[in-house]
C-alpha cells in the first residue's frame, strides 16, 4: 500500500476545515424566507463541495484531487471580481 502524501493530507485538512468554517460564517446570511435571495445557498453548496473534496482526498480517491483542483481554481478566478489582497490569499 502507498503512503499518501503529507502534502495532499495538509490540503485535504485545509479543505475540510475552510469549508466547514465557510460554512457557519456564512449560514448567518441564509434569510429562510427568500432563500435564493443572495446566492447564500450557492456559496454554502460550494463550501460542501470543498469538505466533500477533503473527507474524500483523505479516503484517496482520485477524483476528489481533481474536485479540490476545480474549487480552487473556481476561487482563484472570482477572486478578481474582489480586491487583489483577496486575489493573493486564493492564489
Do not use: C, D
Not at 502534502?7 to 475540510?16: C, D, E, F, G, Q
Not at 454554502?44 to 474549487?71: D, P, S
Amino acid at each position: 500500500m502507498i503512503k499518501r502524501p503529507v502534502s495532499i493530507t495538509l490540503l485535504a485538512v485545509l479543505l475540510i476545515a475552510t469549508g466547514f468554517l465557510g460554512l457557519v460564517y456564512h449560514a448567518r446570511n441564509i434569510n429562510l424566507q427568500h432563500p435564493l435571495q443572495n446566492y447564500t445557498l450557492g456559496v454554502e453548496l460550494i463550501r460542501v463541495l470543498a469538505i466533500v473534496a477533503g473527507i474524500f482526498m483523505l479516503r484517496g480517491h482520485n477524483w476528489a484531487r481533481w474536485l479540490a483542483l476545480a474549487w480552487i481554481a473556481f476561487h482563484v478566478v472570482i477572486s478578481f471580481w474582489h480586491s487583489w489582497s483577496q486575489v493573493a490569499v486564493h492564489v
